[in-house]
């Protein structure tokens, strides 16, 4: 076009924080030309509401020409806008019904169970049932918007050596994980907590699903927000706004078992330098029990290549009988066990030959299969005395 053009670009749609003042910018084009100009929009406010639409920016353009040629009649001016790189801080607007996206779902998690960790060949033979095991799932929600919540997995893991699952108990599907409604953050500062517990009242099968010992729980959620909404709601949001969920698996001491079994070596041991004239070696012993527990023990050493030389307590010995139980399962008694163990003389060259030890205790609750409740004030005193009597060389 034969003229030079002055725009002028503005919108009461983008509001500059610094100034509190609406977008407004002058263009000036000289005859014949085009020209790309950018705006950074950082620091400011985008009102994607003009009162009656939503998700609209809107933008207005003024023109004035000043002539500097005749016309053609073929002159054209034009204009086009986009906007890119978008990022934000804060988002204040409508998500939408039912809406979902990759990024808020699914959600997956392995929770390990230490308590079930030991690879005893025996440990299969074991029994052990706990009365009241759970699950507490927490929702910690920071995003403007009310959410519905499907836990579409949940499952027990116990692998085999090439990671294949010896474990099939699974929870995928019970009705009590399905559809959970999670509340709206208040504020963008105010995450809201919405917990689920999964408990024998609501999901009889989680008893049985602990009780298979699995080594991992795995869990997977899905979901979306503004569940069943109707018309406008507001939603609000920051950068680093995060709906999060964690599972606890909560194990009560409270059941009974029968031949768990613990395994231990102690490595590098010399007791090469024992005199040959020791007479005798006595292990004098004095437990006393408030847990209702039966333990015992099998200690044997060996030379380096793990061949016994010596068993210092036979295998299946109990060593600390358990408390007594009420028809509850709480102890009424202390229990007082002592005992003393005896190396010989003859014993003392196989003794000597020593470079490991291997210990094996075991653990039977109190008048299996009686149920029993273990608590965190319930004590083991332990006093263990050596008498080294030497002989005559």
Same mark, same amino acid.
């Given at each position: 076009?034969?003229?030079?053009?002055s725009f002028?670009i503005?919108?009461?749609?983008?509001i500059?924080?610094?100034?509190?003042?609406?977008?407004n910018?002058?263009?000036?084009?000289?005859p014949?030309?085009?020209?790309?100009?950018?705006y950074?929009?950082? *620091?400011?406010l985008?009102?994607?509401?003009d009162?009656?639409?939503?998700?609209r920016?809107?933008?207005?353009?003024?023109v004035?020409?000043?002539?500097?040629?005749n016309?053609?009649?073929?002159?054209?001016i034009? @204009?086009?806008?986009s906007?890119?790189?978008?990022?934000?801080?804060?988002f +204040?607007?409508?998500?939408?019904?039912?809406y979902?996206h990759?990024?808020?779902?699914?959600y997956?998690?392995t929770v390990?169970?230490?308590?079930?960790?030991?690879?005893? =060949? #025996?440990y299969t033979?074991?029994i052990?049932?706990?009365?009241d095991?759970?699950?507490?799932?927490?929702?910690?929600?920071e995003?403007?918007?009310?959410?519905e919540?499907?836990?579409t997995?949940?499952d !027990?893991y116990?692998p085999?050596?090439?990671?294949n699952n010896l474990n099939? *108990?699974?929870?995928?599907?019970?009705?009590?994980?399905?559809?959970v409604?999670i509340?709206s !953050?208040?504020?963008?500062s105010?995450?809201v907590t #919405?917990?689920?517990?999964?408990?024998? *009242?609501?999901?009889?099968?989680v008893? =049985?699903? +602990?009780?298979?010992?699995p080594?991992?729980?795995?869990y997977?959620v899905?979901?979306n927000?503004?569940?069943?909404?109707?018309g406008?709601?507001?939603?609000?949001f920051t950068?680093t706004s995060?709906?999060?969920?964690?599972?606890?698996?909560?194990l009560?001491?409270?059941?009974?078992?029968k031949?768990?079994?613990f395994v231990?070596?102690?490595?590098?041991v010399?007791?090469?330098n024992?005199?040959?004239e020791?007479?005798?070696?006595?292990l /004098?012993?004095?437990?006393e029990s408030?847990?209702?527990?039966d333990?015992?023990?099998?200690?044997?050493f060996?030379d380096?290549?793990?061949?016994p030389q010596?068993?210092f307590?036979?295998?299946? %010995?109990v060593?600390?009988?358990? !408390?007594?139980?009420?028809?509850?399962?709480?102890t009424?008694?202390?229990?007082?066990?002592k005992?003393?163990?005896? +190396? =010989?003389q003859?014993?003392?060259?196989?003794?000597?030959? %020593?470079?490991?030890?291997? @210990?094996?205790?075991?653990?039977?609750?109190?008048?299996? =299969? #009686?149920n029993?409740?273990?608590?965190?004030f319930q004590?083991?005193?332990? /006093? @263990?005395?050596?008498?080294?009597q030497?002989?005559?060389?």
């Amino acid at each position: 076009m034969p003229a030079t053009a002055s725009f002028t670009i503005s919108s009461s749609s983008i509001i500059d924080l610094s100034t509190n003042l609406n977008f407004n910018k002058n263009i000036v084009l000289a005859p014949n030309t085009s020209t790309l100009v950018s705006y950074d929009l950082g *620091n400011h406010l985008l009102k994607l509401n003009d009162g009656v639409n939503r998700s609209r920016l809107g933008l207005s353009y003024s023109v004035k020409l000043q002539k500097s040629g005749n016309a053609t009649g073929l002159e054209q001016i034009g @204009i086009s806008a986009s906007l890119n790189n978008i990022s934000f801080n804060k988002f +204040i607007g409508y998500l939408g019904n039912n809406y979902t996206h990759p990024n808020f779902a699914p959600y997956k998690d392995t929770v390990p169970i230490t308590l079930f960790s030991s690879t005893e =060949p #025996t440990y299969t033979n074991t029994i052990f049932y706990l009365v009241d095991p759970k699950f507490d799932i927490r929702f910690y929600n920071e995003v403007g918007a009310s959410a519905e919540i499907d836990v579409t997995r949940l499952d !027990a893991y116990t692998p085999d050596a090439w990671g294949n699952n010896l474990n099939p *108990n699974t929870l995928t599907g019970s009705a009590v994980i399905q559809n959970v409604v999670i509340n709206s !953050a208040t504020g963008f500062s105010s995450p809201v907590t #919405t917990t689920l517990s999964i408990n024998k *009242n609501n999901e009889p099968q989680v008893v =049985p699903f +602990i009780n298979s010992r699995p080594k991992n729980v795995i869990y997977e959620v899905n979901g979306n927000i503004n569940p069943n909404t109707t018309g406008y709601v507001r939603n609000f949001f920051t950068d680093t706004s995060k709906i999060r969920v964690d599972l606890d698996v909560i194990l009560p001491l409270w059941g009974n078992m029968k031949d768990l079994v613990f395994v231990d070596t102690i490595k590098d041991v010399d007791l090469s330098n024992i005199p040959e004239e020791t007479k005798k070696v006595l292990l /004098r012993t004095y437990f006393e029990s408030t847990f209702p527990i039966d333990m015992g023990i099998e200690v044997v050493f060996t030379d380096s290549l793990y061949l016994p030389q010596y068993v210092f307590i036979p295998a299946n %010995t109990v060593v600390i009988p358990g !408390a007594s139980v009420d028809s509850n399962g709480n102890t009424s008694s202390p229990k007082i066990f002592k005992k003393d163990y005896i +190396i =010989p003389q003859s014993a003392m060259p196989n003794v000597r030959k %020593t470079r490991r030890i291997l @210990i094996r205790a075991f653990a039977n609750t109190t008048n299996y =299969p #009686t149920n029993i409740k273990i608590y965190n004030f319930q004590k083991l005193k332990v /006093r @263990i005395g050596v008498d080294v009597q030497p002989g005559v060389k």
